[in-house]
């Protein structure tokens, strides 16, 4: 009797095994790297985020001329599309039209669509240069937290306290509000999204570096650790070759749903005004400029609410899903 190698499930079919059988006889396990991409492949609402996240920065960086076909450039104005009286567009929904796809804005008549591209460009890479700043810090922290212990650990914990106590909001408004026209060799819009990335990312890094000193006090004492000690490799040596590569997972994990924070962040620093300055479009920008036409144009407000929700919505499906496929103990 024999025993077949895949067990078929009544509701997903027959397993996919993690070694496969080649014509030579020869059998060809399959990497971690192979079995998580094939887990994340089998769940459709988180490879349908991916897509959407994947759209969304293509659409970006093709900005100028995804706007030169469909759209306007962001800063032109309309008037004559806009009723002088009520200072609203013509037309339902704000004037959507095969011209202008998501209609206009009040008074200028400026080009929603366009705005909202081009405002994508700055929301993503201050979400993503913040991101990969504390995911640096955090995890140069942590690790050096976990792995050594004693005054060094009490040290960075005690620091990780502070941060995390930090009223940042506050800080950020403070801070960005009171920056001048020009310092540190840059100006204008250079200088606010720098000044956004640096309160963004360094003030957030103590929460991927708690994950990641978690995971290496669980890690340092494993058998590989102490196999790499007795073998004399040095401290460095163990934390890159040996620490660093088993805490890629949860590292990226967080790294994916810090970004749909970092950006609703941004968009409330511009809603307040102290984020990038007009004519520069934002989503949070557009929002506060939204909040005084919600009851006569609630269309105004609809599509930048709509982009932030899509895309944070897009981010978490994917950093969710992402965790789930990384993870060892998931079958």
């Known amino acids: 009797m024999t025993v077949p190698v895949d067990t078929p499930d009544a509701a997903f079919g027959p397993a996919e095994p993690d070694a496969i059988?080649?014509?030579?006889?020869?059998?060809?396990?399959?990497?971690?790297?192979?079995i998580a991409w094939r887990r994340l492949r089998r769940d459709r609402v988180a490879m349908a985020g991916g897509i959407v996240v994947l759209a969304l920065i293509v659409l970006s960086l093709m900005a100028p001329l995804v706007v030169s076909w469909f759209g306007h450039p962001p800063n032109d104005f309309h008037e004559h599309l806009v009723d002088a009286d009520t200072q609203l567009p013509y037309g339902p929904f704000g004037g959507v039209s095969r011209e202008f796809l998501f209609g206009l804005e009040p008074v200028n008549g400026r080009d929603l669509f366009s705005r909202i591209l081009y405002g994508s460009r700055i929301s993503l890479l201050i979400a993503f240069l913040a991101t990969l700043l504390s995911v640096t810090i955090g995890t140069l922290m942590g690790v050096t937290s976990g792995y050594f212990g004693g005054w060094v650990d009490a040290v960075i914990s005690r620091l990780m306290d502070v941060f995390l106590a930090f009223p940042l909001l506050v800080f950020a408004i403070a801070l960005v509000g009171a920056i001048p026209d020009r310092a540190f060799g840059l100006a204008g819009d250079s200088l606010r999204i720098g000044v956004l990335v640096f309160v963004i990312g360094f003030f957030n890094w103590p929460y991927i570096g708690r994950i990641v000193r978690g995971q290496t006090m669980s890690l340092r004492n494993r058998e590989f650790i102490d196999a790499a000690r007795s073998m004399g490799a040095t401290h460095p040596h163990i934390i890159l070759r040996e620490l660093l590569p088993n805490l890629v997972a949860p590292i990226l994990v967080y790294a994916t749903l810090l970004i749909p924070a970092n950006i609703l962040f941004e968009a409330a620093l511009s809603f307040?005004?102290?984020?990038?300055?007009?004519?520069?479009?934002?989503?949070?920008?557009?929002?506060?400029?939204?909040?005084d036409w919600y009851q006569v144009d609630p269309w105004f407000m609809v599509s930048p609410g709509l982009a932030i929700f899509v895309t944070v919505l897009a981010f978490n499906l994917f950093g969710d899903g992402l965790r789930d496929a990384l993870d060892p103990r998931a079958r």
């Open 272 to 291: 307040l005004g102290v984020g990038v300055q007009p004519p520069t479009p934002t989503w949070g920008g557009m929002l506060s400029d939204a909040a």
């Open 21 to 34: 059988l080649e014509g030579d006889g020869r059998i060809e396990g399959r990497s971690l790297g192979q």
